[in-house]
T-cell receptor
Framework: QKEVEQNSGPLSVPEGAIASLNCTYSDRGSQSFFWYRQYSGKSPELIMF??SNGDKEDGRFTAQLNKASQYVSLLIRDSQPSDSATYLCAVNPRVGNNRKLIWGLGTSLAVNP | DAGVIQSPRHEVTEMGQEVTLRCKPI?????LFWYRQTMMRGLELLIYFNNNVPIDDSGMPEDRFSAKMPNASFSTLKIQPSEPRDSAVYFC???????????FGPGTRLLVL
């Protein structure tokens, strides 16, 4: 069974620090990778997606993908209290028209002022 | 853009009753997803549609659950009869045909007593 694993946390970092969130996946053929943020009581919202090995940066967020090691990570620079949320990793294990994502259980992040 | 619309936002019912959840996807999106989220199991895909046709319903728990999409702008998820273990947040999400990002609705919080 295809799986996506995340450390449930909570991960606690001081304001202004770098938060590092990690995700591993079991299907070596996976092609696309997503990070969603979910505030308590709200719905998930997309932060970033990444398809290729290496880094992808968007503002304070950087996604890192290593297909050989089957992990994807999210770095949040200059963490703010407003970044406190649960971060969900999602993986699309196949190419083509498949739109089914496999989701991790999420990592809870707390940014302390 | 109005985003994905779900109704009702909250539902409290008694065991054995029929529950119907409703979703209006973002206009022009070809894919519609129904998810269930609980603390223990995280975000689980129940079923998804492409152009109103069910593509993958392997996540539907049992025959008590059914989903329909009679047209491109409306879908329902029905539970009959409902049980306490169905208590969860149910999300609807949609995706354009050209992309993979899933846009989530606000969710329906279901409590079955």
């Amino acid at each position: 069974q295809k799986e996506v694993e995340q450390n449930s946390g909570p991960l606690s970092v001081p304001e202004g620090a770098i938060a590092s969130l990690n995700c591993t996946y079991s299907d070596r053929g996976s092609q696309s990778f997503f990070w969603y943020r979910q505030y308590s009581g709200k719905s998930p919202e997309l932060i970033m997606f990444i398809y290729s090995n290496g880094d992808k940066e968007d503002g304070r967020f950087t996604a890192q993908l290593n297909k050989a090691s089957q992990y994807v990570s999210l770095l949040i620079r200059d963490s703010q209290p407003s970044d406190s949320a649960t971060y969900l990793c999602a993986v699309n294990p196949r190419v083509g028209n498949n739109r089914k994502l496999i989701w991790g259980l999420g990592t809870s992040l707390a940014v302390n002022p | 853009d109005a985003g994905v619309i779900q109704s009702p936002r909250h539902e409290v019912t008694e065991m054995g009753q029929e529950v119907t959840l409703r979703c209006k996807p973002i206009s022009g999106h070809d894919y519609l997803f129904w998810y269930r989220q609980t603390m223990m199991r995280g975000l689980e895909l129940l079923i998804y549609f492409n152009n109103n046709v069910p593509i993958d319903d392997s996540g539907m728990p049992e025959d008590r659950f059914s989903a329909k999409m009679p047209n491109a702008s409306f879908s329902t998820l029905k539970i009959q009869p409902s049980e306490p273990r169905d208590s969860a947040v149910y999300f609807c999400a949609s995706t354009p045909g050209s992309g993979e990002t899933q846009y989530f609705g606000p969710g329906t919080r279901l409590l079955v007593l």
